[in-house]
């Protein structure tokens, strides 16, 4: 099993609803590195996974939808807790919904699977794995 | 699937016996950076993986019980080897503990693995995963 | 000339004035990883630059004035772009004033100088150095 | 499952063929930092996954295999574009040609898989694992 | 003195001549992670040091002149070791008459300093340091 | 100014003597990441602030000199408090010897300075700096 991963990041503002968040509570934000993983069985023709340009840019235009926002104000997450496991989902979800758009080519078809990172600190992290 | 990881880290002293160890059979020491990763398959109501509050703390309580120690010292260790693999089972095990306990709340309960990594330099770490 | 560092971070709100800073005009956010710096051109008797503890205590402190929260909202702030050497400054100036309040102990007197590095990602950070 | 990961590195030159590469059609170069995770299901009697010390060694001469060279020129690798996905199979593949060969030692024939990530820079590395 | 710093990266092919440099002396390559400061006594108006968007696209600019190509072809280099340091220096030198011409702006005027580190792995690194 | 930066690592054991030390008073060990970084105002003819590969052998055998030790049995240490900024002086005043026992060669005679970091974990490092 063959996997690459590109990394960006993106700076929200969020608070998140419920007691078990503590000062968390409070409106602040994050800066999250987001990692994103593509796996494929084998190689295509290039032996490559993906195009990795191509996959940055994906990225890029994930974390591009949510940078310098306040996501309590994004009617996509209105009612929800934003927490970094759930962003993970979100981050990818969409990158899913552009790669079966096209936007990683034809050889995209042959991923198996994406997973996310999503690093709010030095401290702590959290990840979101699925199909594709 | 999520996951939720949290880091910590612990200084201990002790020595290994056997010729494989080479000169890590005289006393001397390391310092552990310690990542605990809480696996799920889905999010609770609150959109986490579990506390991360609480999750830091049961991992600080876990690598308290063995910091500032010289392991060859303590009655659970006792004619062990010490080594980063088996330490990382041990800080899994007393988390998996801790968690059957109620240390990470109700929520803690949806719960299906945790991982734990120990970091001993930047050119060697271990790691230890189980079911929960 | 000898320095000892200590790690924490901060996760804050807030948006910025000037058309300098673009996307970033938008209320968002940041984790700041914060690294204190103190130096001293000699050890004390117990060969310490800093009683460490109390280094990492006092920046804690420090940085839990500042977390999980809208910078936008503090009156210390106000009409302020909190730009991250900016807040490396406000960091250090606070710790200076914790120094000369007796926070770190008779034997922080010793200390020429303090610098606090920002990381607001893995791309970018800003640090500010005075004499103390 | 337990684990035992070593670090190394590489540097080479090389070029890629295929519209897909852009400007790395031309002949450059990388870093790779090189990672081997030795996978196995429990510890051998040292309470060891692996002897660290063979297990670095035996890396550093497969990455050795490979430094200071133009990969362009080797014929192992001709009419092949030696990607990062590419070289973490190559690295992989000869380990475990090693392992068999006994370089571990006997202990090695407990594991059960390896796991090779090439680090090219800070925003992409590639993995590939495989059974043992 | 305050300081800001962008991390950008350039992967290139080049061989060194002269024993002291062994293996190295065959064609290999380095990927080179690389951190442009710049230093300033004071904040201006806006409170930063530079433009850090500007920053960051004045680096990028500095290091695509570099990548992806084999360094023992430039005719810049014709008969020069491009070592880590000498290319540290080379960087540092691009950026000050980028800043002399105007590209971060007119309230780079104010910048006193440059330094700028080249991590060649995660074992080696160079910098080169200078007034502005 | 120049500089380059090597790095290694030694693991031992230790107890410190002094209320302020806490916990660490007892016998406990650390890993220390050991940045060594050597000072020039000027490159050689080789392009270099000096031979990086010498530079690290040098560094290698001080780090050996301490590493799979206990601290506290070693008579260079006995009634003193092996702290990481201690520690970092001891590595730098052994590399000068070094150097002044021509240890890097005549190149190094340029050579105007040299720092060290010890880094104990994630959160704590200390450095000496000192001329040559």
Same mark, same amino acid.
Request: proline share 1%; hydrophobic share 45%.
């Given at each position: 099993?063959?996997? %690459? *991963? ?11 609803? &419920? ?11 994050? *800066?999250?590195? #987001?990692?994103? !993983?593509? /796996?494929?069985? !084998? ?9 990795? &340009?191509?996959?940055? $840019? +994906?990225?890029?235009? %994930? ?5 310098? /926002?306040?996501?309590?104000? +994004?009617?996509?997450?209105? &009612?929800?807790?934003?927490? !970094? ?5 979100? %981050?990818?979800?969409?990158?899913? +919904?552009?790669? /079966?758009?096209?936007?990683?080519? $034809? ?8 997973? #996310?990172?999503?690093? $709010? ?7 979101? +794995?699925?199909?594709?």
């Amino acid at each position: 099993m063959f996997s %690459v *991963t590109v990394r960006d990041h993106m700076m929200i503002a969020h608070s998140f609803r &419920g007691e078990v968040f503590g000062p968390a509570q409070a409106l602040h934000g994050a *800066t999250y590195i #987001v990692d994103a !993983t593509f /796996r494929r069985a !084998t190689l295509d023709a290039d032996n490559v996974v993906v195009d990795i &340009g191509r996959a940055a $840019e +994906e990225l890029h235009a %994930v974390v591009g939808g949510l940078s310098y /926002r306040n996501l309590d104000d +994004e009617t996509d997450f209105a &009612g929800v807790n934003t927490t !970094t496991e759930m962003l993970a989902q979100v %981050v990818a979800d969409r990158l899913v +919904e552009r790669v /079966r758009a096209g936007g990683l080519g $034809e050889g995209a078809w042959g991923l198996t699977g994406i997973a #996310v990172t999503l690093r $709010e600190s030095h401290l702590a992290w959290a990840s979101y +794995e699925r199909a594709l």
